[in-house]
């Protein structure tokens, strides 16, 4: 029998644990991009790990000529009409829509809806800052996303000073204004808020609600579909996300939207907007000209029924 040659069983070796090393190191994540409008590039990305995902992101750079934002109107007997986020888009003729603000009644078949939270539509306050009953979830005059007559985003905050709660601290005229449960990604940090208790105090938020939510067992822990806007730095580009809980996905904890966001999008400041069966992405298809659902709704093929939307206007290439 012929020895082998240690130098060559050696080399094999080094070679093997360098594979391992590169497979190990590869990003688990299939991403596909793309530039369907200007100022905006999509993203698609699946992956496999802690669970199967599939999210769509869109980044948009809003100083990109032709880029506008608006949110849905007030109207109704409360404070707007529910309409899918995708018919939304198709009235105002925007390419690039996602669902915003948690609402109330629901679940309900009424046609009208309370917004929570801040809101504005075109320079209209609607919707006041306010403690929401769903305090397990939704923190007290959770921080808002405005997008101001010349579309500069700004995250804003309640001025403690007026008691009518639609005013700002913020030196910005309120134009298109969009409000979450809370602010998840603060000035490059992750910020999940925390449950009010003995080690735990000043928690932003309380305890109970259906499934008993605490700091052992949170409401942003909860594995689902989920919409967050988020906004760079420098406060030039607008990140919209969403992750599906249907069609092969499972959906994510805040947390880890959170960390993926400012780690791998840029992402400074973020909300957490509604999500659930409320989470939708819908856009203009530039190849067709047809109006479609880019995320899987895990309410309905068509998406859910929803009190406001936010959508994006842009220009084909």
């Known amino acids: 029998m012929r020895a082998q040659n240690p ?6 070796i080094v070679g093997a644990l360098v594979a391992v090393l590169l497979a190990a190191a590869a990003p688990r994540a299939d ?54 986020t995708l ?22 078949p009424d046609a009208d809806a309370w917004i929570i ?21 939704l923190v007290a005059d959770a921080p808002a996303l405005n997008f101001d007559a010349r579309q500069r985003p700004r995250i804003v905050h309640r001025d403690r000073a007026k008691r009518d709660g639609l005013h700002v601290g913020e030196r910005v005229t309120l134009w298109n ?9 603060t000035d490059g940090r992750v910020t999940i808020p925390r449950y009010r208790d003995a080690r735990h105090p000043r928690g932003a938020l309380s305890t109970g609600g259906p499934s008993d939510y605490s700091n052992v067992r949170s409401w942003n822990d909860v594995v689902t579909a989920r919409t967050v806007i988020g906004l760079s730095r420098n406060r030039r580009v607008v990140t919209l996300f969403t992750v599906d809980a249907r069609g092969g996905s499972e959906g994510m904890r805040l947390d880890e939207v959170a960390v993926m966001l400012r780690r ?4 400074w400041n973020a909300l957490n907007l509604d999500g ?19 995320n899987v709704s895990s309410d309905n093929p068509a998406g859910r029924s929803v009190a406001t939307s936010l959508a994006v206007f842009a220009r084909r290439p």
């Open 177 to 185: 204004t969009v409000a979450g449960s809370s602010q998840i990604v």
């Open 31 to 84: 991403t596909r991009r793309s530039s369907p409008y200007v100022g905006i590039t999509l993203i698609e990305r699946s992956e496999h790990a802690p669970r199967p995902l599939r999210m769509h992101i869109a980044q948009i750079d809003t100083r990109a000529p032709g880029v506008r934002f608006t949110v849905s109107p007030p109207g109704g007997t409360r404070e707007a009409v529910r309409q899918t």
């Open 276 to 294: 659930g069966g409320s989470t939708t992405m819908a856009w203009q298809n530039p190849d067709t000209g047809q109006a479609e659902l880019l």
């Open 117 to 137: 939270g801040l809101g504005a539509s075109e320079g209209r306050v609607f919707s006041a800052f306010e403690t929401p009953e769903q305090s397990y979830a």
């Open 7 to 12: 130098g060559v069983r050696g080399g094999w």
């Open 87 to 108: 018919a939304f888009m198709t009235a105002v003729g925007a390419q690039l829509a996602i669902n915003a603000h948690f609402f109330l009644p629901f679940p309900s």
């Open 264 to 267: 791998d999008y840029g992402v």
